[in-house]
């Protein structure tokens, strides 16, 4: 019996010996080359946050890292005054389109103080999760006060983009695969305000 605990406790210690661990730095960091000399782009690692949709990383995932660079559009379009939107995790994380066939209008929006025509307004993030992204926007004109308060949230049911706000409005937009190169948009005019993401 006393053999076998000593044989017992000696495997235990050996199986806690930690093994060094070697990773080879020979991992290809060149961007995606076509023949047509263009690039994909590469991002940079981060490794302060997990993010894998597919896999156990999902809840590492926020809205605006997962919905990046990505256009929604409202195909009716009866309601809404931007018919398209668009989603970037960067300094203006929401650009708004209304492509009309005289005059075309884009503007963005990013978080903290926007100033525009010497109106301002401030924005905050206040939900960044898988599927939801909320934030708050307090309207001052041109007072130092605030005017009104609007939240404003966007979730993704099915593949397709709910918006809803404190006004009571909804909208849905779908996934939309138009280019909104400046150059192929049919249009007369084109009016781009502070934020917008026109290429």
């Not at 949709?53 to 009716?76: M, V």
């Not at 992204?133 to 004109?141: M, Q, R, S, V």
């Not at 280019?179 to 049919?186: A, E, F, L, R």
């Not at 007369?188 to 502070?194: P, R």
């Amino acid at each position: 019996m006393r053999k076998l605990f000593i044989s017992f406790l000696c495997l235990v210690m050996f199986s806690c010996f930690k093994t060094d661990i070697v990773q080879y730095g020979s991992k290809n960091l060149d961007p995606a080359t076509f023949a047509s000399g263009q690039q994909l782009p590469t991002a940079q690692q981060s490794y302060t946050r997990f993010c894998n949709p597919g896999g156990l990383g999902r809840k590492g995932c926020k809205f605006l890292a997962k919905y990046d660079n990505t256009f929604w559009s409202d195909i009716e379009n009866y309601y809404s005054d931007f018919s398209d939107v668009h989603f970037l995790n960067w300094v203006y994380f929401v650009s708004f389109f209304d492509i009309n066939n005289d005059v075309s209008y884009c503007k963005g929006w990013r978080t903290g103080e926007n100033i525009l025509d010497g109106k301002k307004w401030d924005i905050k993030i206040t939900k960044d999760e898988w599927d939801e992204l909320w934030f708050e926007y307090d309207y001052y004109g041109t007072s130092n006060d605030i005017e009104y308060t609007i939240t404003y949230k966007y979730e993704v049911i099915d593949s397709l983009l709910h918006f809803s706000n404190t006004e009571g409005q909804e909208f849905i937009f779908y996934p939309s695969d138009k280019d909104y190169s400046k150059n192929i948009v049919d249009t007369g005019e084109i009016i781009e305000l502070e934020g917008c993401m026109f290429y």
